[in-house]
């Protein structure tokens, strides 16, 4: 059975690749023992493979090689979307963008080569303004890469989950579109208030 159902998948690869552009923070899923390990860093996109670096004392660290299988997930704008935002009698939803991808971990254990990922993710980052650039010599992430493990995964599958709520008419459509992009306009610091 396929879920979401057919009018919220996105196969297009122009668009997942956009996702994983515009929002590179991403939720890595091994497991282990039948238990999942989880950890949220950034990766970056480049043919046809994901690439990233985390703590060599992350836990995770060590399933993140030997073409071991490993889920990342994408999030993208999500939102509650309120019936008050249209003018025809709707039900209350949520709506979101995902793009889970899995594939085959392979690690990079070559300091030169992890150095070169690096720099090239702040590279990503930093774009398009460039204030910051990481050199392949910065003393800093010399005296730090021994304590770094890096990885690149091979994708063997692509899923887009774009529940937003296409299944409406146009109208209503245009309405929830324009309420999840208005929700994801606020304002953060009155949270960061409450938890900092």
Do not use: C
Not at 5 to 26: F, N, R, W
Not at 84 to 107: D, K
Not at 115 to 132: C, G, I, N, Q, R
């Amino acid at each position: 059975m396929a879920y979401p159902p057919k009018t919220y998948q996105d196969s297009s690869l122009p668009h997942l690749l956009e996702v994983v552009k515009e929002y590179p923070l991403a939720t890595v899923i091994s497991v282990e023992n039948n238990r999942p390990i989880v950890t949220h860093i950034p990766l970056v996109y480049k043919e046809s493979k994901l690439i990233g670096h985390l703590d060599k004392q992350n836990p995770q660290a060590e399933l993140l090689k030997n073409n071991q299988p490993v889920t990342a997930i994408f999030s993208g704008p999500q939102a509650y979307i309120s019936p008050s935002n249209f003018e025809s009698e709707q039900l209350p939803t949520w709506n979101y963008i995902f793009v889970h991808i899995q594939g085959n971990a392979i690690e990079i254990s070559d300091a030169n080569a992890i150095k070169d990922s690096m720099v090239a993710m702040t590279h990503f980052l930093e774009a398009p303004d460039h204030k910051y650039i990481l050199e392949q010599d910065n003393p800093r992430m010399e005296q730090l890469i021994n304590y770094v493990s890096g990885f690149e995964i091979d994708i063997t599958h692509w899923e887009g989950k774009f529940k937003l709520s296409q299944d409406k008419p146009h109208q209503e459509f245009v309405q929830a579109k324009e309420a999840l992009i208005t929700e994801n306009q606020k304002s953060i610091q009155e949270f960061l208030g409450k938890i900092l």
